[in-house]
Structure formats: C-alpha cells, structure tokens
C-alpha cells in the first residue's frame, strides 16, 4: 500500500499508529459531547502512562501507590464484568480524517466502530465511519459525524499518542547509549 492511498483517507494530518481494540457496531454512535469528554479525560483512565503528580499529592508514598493499585484492579474488574467480548488490538493508523486497520477488521457496509480508548474504559465510545474501502492487506475508512470539538479532540488525542511514541523511541535510543 502506497502512502498516496492512504493520504486519501487519512488527509495530510498527524497521524500514528498504535494497537487499538477496535471492531464493528451496532450500538449508536456516542453523543459527540460524551466522545469529546472521553477522549479529553482519557489520560485520567491510562493506566500505561501514569499522569503526573498533583502538587499536593505524594507519588512516592507507599499508601498512595497500593491505593492506585486497587483501583486499576477494580477498574480492570468491572470492565471486564461489563463488557467482556472486546475485539482483539490491531495495528491501527490513526488521523483526524480517518483509519487504516488490517483488511477483515470491519465488514463490508459497517457504518460504525467501536473503539476501546482505554483498556480500563468498559464503555467503547462508537464512531460513524464511510464504508470501509480494502485494498491490499489494508482497510481505510473515513470519520463520519465528526466535526467541531469532537474532531478538535481526537486531534489532541492523536497528538498525545504520538508524542508517546516519539518519548519511547526517545527511551529505547537513551537506554541503548548508556
């Protein structure tokens, strides 16, 4: 698959890709103001990537961290009783136009996905999409149903993963010079 194709359904965004548990729906796309709200607070529910101390918070603090502990875990729990059948992650390549996802993720003729922003998030928060195009070992769709603040905000998540991954890479270079 050439970039030109892909360019196509992901415009000239940012764009990243990331294993996302992703996978047809038939519920009803999310209220697009509850989308935006999941998206802007998913740093809150990422458990891969601690936020930062509050000024008044001690991180360091054993008490703290088993606390933080139990909730993951209790997280963990109820999304799993709440919604067990999650699809499996996949290589997704994500923009504020679109996803590129490996052919067979999505039927022919879906309108909506299901996308788990978090694996501590029970709640998939479900987004319109064209129908999926195949070509190659690829599957490209657009966004439907995603303008003003909700496009704003998947705009800002995208940048938040990459900005993590270019950290990473960052990481693994330091850590191999040392």
């Known amino acids: 698959m050439d ?11 940012l764009r990243v890709t990331t294993a996302l548990m992703i996978g047809p729906s038939v ?13 802007e607070n998913l740093d809150l529910f990422d458990a891969a990537h601690p936020r930062g101390a509050m000024p ?4 360091t603090s054993p008490e703290v961290q088993r606390l933080e502990h139990k909730l993951d875990l209790l997280l963990h729990l109820v999304a799993e009783s709440l919604h067990p059948e999650r699809p499996d992650p996949v290589e997704a ?6 996803v590129v996802l ?3 993720t999505l039927p022919e ?3 909506r996905v299901e996308v ?19 070509r190659g070992g690829l599957q490209m769709t657009r966004w439907t149903g995603v303008e003003g603040p909700l ?28």
């Open 116 to 134: 788990y922003l978090s694996r501590l998030l029970p709640q998939p928060c479900v987004l319109g999409v064209e129908s999926p195009t195949t």
């Open 27 to 39: 519920r009803p796309a999310t209220d697009p103001v509850l989308a935006q709200r999941l998206i």
């Open 3 to 13: 970039d030109a194709s892909q360019d196509e359904f992901l415009g000239d965004d």
């Open 56 to 59: 008044h918070e001690d991180e």
């Open 109 to 111: 003729g879906c309108e």
């Open 151 to 178: 496009e704003e905000a998947i705009g800002r998540w995208i940048f938040r993963l990459h900005r993590r991954e270019v950290a990473g890479k960052r990481q693994k270079v330091d850590g191999n010079h040392k």
């Open 102 to 104: 490996p052919a067979g």
């Open 93 to 98: 390549t994500l923009s504020g136009h679109g």
